[in-house]
């Protein structure tokens, strides 16, 4: 016991470290950068713009102690935005979670200064990429595993979702972590309302309201991975699968050694199938929010066949939707 506890302080030793290193290694190539223009093509008041903006970002980077991080993956839809900002406010808080969004639509859909943006920028610490064309699947491919191995937990969260922090079933992102690490789970998601396999429902039906169950498929919507299970989630990645579709499907299949379960004590929304239930937002900036019609621009829906990702990993989907609703076992459950 005495060896594990060692053994896990070194480790995070190491990992604060390393983080330094990274900032101090990065403000060394800055000076480089700053200081060796003899031509002049950077002019004086450039330079102290440019100085002040990247001092003002590492010196977030130097203050950040968080061993978490949550990516939400991709903003196409202004709307979201307020969704992103109650997550982000309620349940993957900036005092404990790192953050990053990615965005796929330009600035006329989602202007730069729409005020939700600017205070997840500002206020609540989080990096903002936005490429239009690149799509879900493909902003993946930058959250690679040596860049979360700065961090115990990472969270993946869809631009559309509701994740409430109050009443009966609030999401507690903290002590979703507490639950993984009691019970050994690697990946973990709560409830969600609006999921395509009609699990949650399944599962109700076997009076299982409330409990904490081991399951073989968890529908990508808000979900949390340790370190190494997104290491192996990561290998399936592919260049094809820009959708994002099939990866969740397959994940058990690549990754067999993995446990996976839901947290029926909390639930969460998927929006773009209705609207936000009156009492969870009543007296927040969410009261009235409904969505619109799903961004459609590009080549999204033509560009990539849907289902690329399952033909490469020879997962089938339909099996795997059968394994959701069979193949679900009790890990704990509240007492009555």
Same mark, same amino acid.
């Given at each position: 016991?005495?060896? /594990?506890?060692?053994?896990?302080?070194?480790?995070?030793? *190491?990992?604060? *470290?390393?983080?330094?290193?990274?900032?101090?290694?990065?403000?060394?190539? @800055?000076?480089?950068?700053?200081? #060796?223009?003899?031509?002049? @093509?950077?002019?004086?008041?450039?330079?102290?713009?440019? =100085?002040?903006?990247?001092?003002?970002?590492?010196?977030?980077?130097?203050?950040?102690?968080?061993?978490?991080?949550?990516?939400?993956?991709? *903003?196409?839809?202004?709307?979201?935005?307020?969704?992103?900002?109650?997550?982000?406010?309620?349940?993957?808080?900036?005092?404990?979670?790192? $953050?990053? +969004?990615?965005?796929?639509?330009?600035?006329?859909?989602? &202007?730069?200064?729409?005020?939700? !943006? +600017?205070?997840? =920028?500002?206020?609540?610490? $989080?990096?903002? #990429?936005?490429?239009?064309?690149? %799509?879900?699947?493909?902003?993946?491919?930058? /959250?690679?595993?040596?860049?979360?191995?700065? @961090?115990?937990?990472?969270?993946?969260?869809?631009?559309?979702?509701?994740?409430?922090?109050?009443?009966?079933?609030?999401?507690?992102?903290?002590?979703?972590?507490?639950?993984?690490?009691?019970?050994? /789970?690697?990946?973990?998601?709560?409830?969600? %309302?609006?999921?395509?396999?009609?699990?949650?429902?399944?599962?109700?039906?076997?009076?299982?309201?409330?409990?904490?169950?081991?399951?073989?498929?968890?529908?990508?919507?808000?979900? !949390?991975?340790?370190?190494?299970?997104?290491?192996? @989630?990561?290998?399936?990645? %592919?260049?094809?699968?820009?959708?994002?579709? $099939?990866?969740?499907?397959?994940?058990?299949?690549?990754?067999?050694?993995?446990?996976?379960?839901?947290? !029926?004590?909390?639930?969460?929304?998927?929006?773009?199938?209705?609207?936000?239930?009156?009492?969870?937002?009543?007296?927040?900036?969410?009261?009235?929010?409904? &969505?619109?019609?799903?961004?459609?621009?590009? #080549?999204?829906?033509?560009?990539? &066949?849907?289902?690329?990702?399952?033909?490469?990993?020879?997962?089938?989907?339909?099996?795997?939707?059968?394994?959701?609703?069979?193949?679900?076992?009790?890990?704990? $459950? &509240?007492? #009555?």
């Amino acid at each position: 016991m005495i060896i /594990i506890t060692l053994t896990n302080l070194m480790s995070e030793h *190491i990992r604060r *470290i390393n983080r330094a290193y990274f900032g101090c290694a990065t403000f060394i190539f @800055y000076l480089l950068f700053v200081y #060796s223009d003899p031509d002049g @093509y950077v002019t004086s008041k450039e330079k102290i713009f440019v =100085q002040f903006q990247y001092l003002r970002r590492l010196s977030t980077s130097f203050r950040s102690s968080n061993n978490n991080l949550v990516a939400y993956n991709a *903003i196409g839809k202004q709307e979201n935005l307020a969704l992103i900002e109650h997550s982000r406010r309620s349940v993957f808080k900036p005092q404990e979670w790192d $953050c990053i +969004i990615f965005m796929f639509v330009e600035e006329d859909v989602v &202007p730069n200064d729409d005020q939700h !943006l +600017i205070r997840l =920028q500002n206020e609540l610490s $989080c990096s903002v #990429s936005r490429k239009p064309g690149i %799509h879900w699947g493909h902003f993946l491919q930058f /959250i690679t595993p040596t860049f979360v191995s700065n @961090y115990d937990y990472f969270a993946l969260v869809l631009d559309d979702m509701f994740i409430p922090d109050r009443g009966q079933y609030a999401v507690d992102a903290m002590k979703m972590i507490e639950t993984m690490e009691h019970h050994d /789970i690697q990946v973990m998601s709560p409830a969600v %309302h609006g999921e395509n396999h009609g699990q949650i429902e399944n599962l109700n039906r076997k009076g299982l309201q409330g409990c904490v169950v081991e399951v073989e498929v968890i529908e990508t919507f808000v979900q !949390l991975f340790t370190r190494d299970a997104w290491k192996c @989630y990561y290998g399936m990645l %592919h260049y094809t699968g820009g959708r994002g579709w $099939c990866y969740d499907v397959c994940f058990k299949q690549e990754c067999p050694d993995l446990r996976f379960a839901l947290d !029926l004590s909390m639930h969460s929304w998927h929006t773009e199938k209705g609207m936000l239930p009156q009492d969870l937002t009543a007296g927040t900036d969410l009261m009235g929010w409904e &969505p619109s019609k799903a961004e459609r621009r590009g #080549s999204y829906y033509n560009e990539l &066949p849907a289902y690329s990702v399952c033909a490469r990993l020879k997962c089938s989907v339909e099996k795997r939707k059968e394994q959701a609703l069979k193949q679900v076992s009790q890990i704990s $459950c &509240p007492r #009555s």
